[in-house]
């Protein structure tokens, strides 16, 4: 069972784009809520957007709330993270996770210890 982080991380100057990619196998992707974590060197991890097993209910940090989108398509077993106008404090590694239950979604974007699958991570580097 695998949840891999695919194309997307890289270097980018700030205010460029970026869009990162998870993809299942071993699993089927609409069964779980699907989140994207990062964690800067030397800080903490943290929860930058969360979405349904549907794809209808999505919740992002405050810090990338109307620059970054969530989606996902359960019929590839793929989900997504558009990234826009990148800042340099949005450099960090950067993971997926899925999760099978959790009564509220939003409280993923900080409780996130114990989700059943993470991605391996890709790391984003945003030059200023």
């Known amino acids: 069972l695998r949840f891999s982080c695919r194309r997307g991380g890289g270097l980018v100057q700030a205010g460029g784009s970026l869009r990162l990619s998870c993809a299942a196998s071993?699993?089927?992707?609409?069964?779980?809520?699907i989140g994207w974590y990062r964690q800067a060197p030397g800080k903490e991890r943290e929860g930058v957007s969360v979405i349904s097993r549907s794809g209808d209910s999505k919740f992002y940090a405050d810090s990338v709330k109307g620059r970054f989108t969530i989606s996902r398509d359960n019929t590839k077993n793929i989900v997504y993270l558009q990234m826009n106008s990148l800042k340099p404090e949005d450099t960090a590694v950067y993971y997926c996770?899925?999760?099978?239950?959790?009564?509220?979604?939003?409280?993923?974007?900080?409780?996130?210890?114990?989700?059943?699958?993470w991605g391996k991570g890709t790391l984003v580097t945003v030059s200023s």
């Open positions: 071993g699993f089927t992707l609409a069964d779980y809520i």
């Open positions: 996770a899925a999760e099978s239950y959790r009564e509220s979604l939003s409280t993923l974007l900080t409780d996130y210890y114990g989700l059943d699958y």
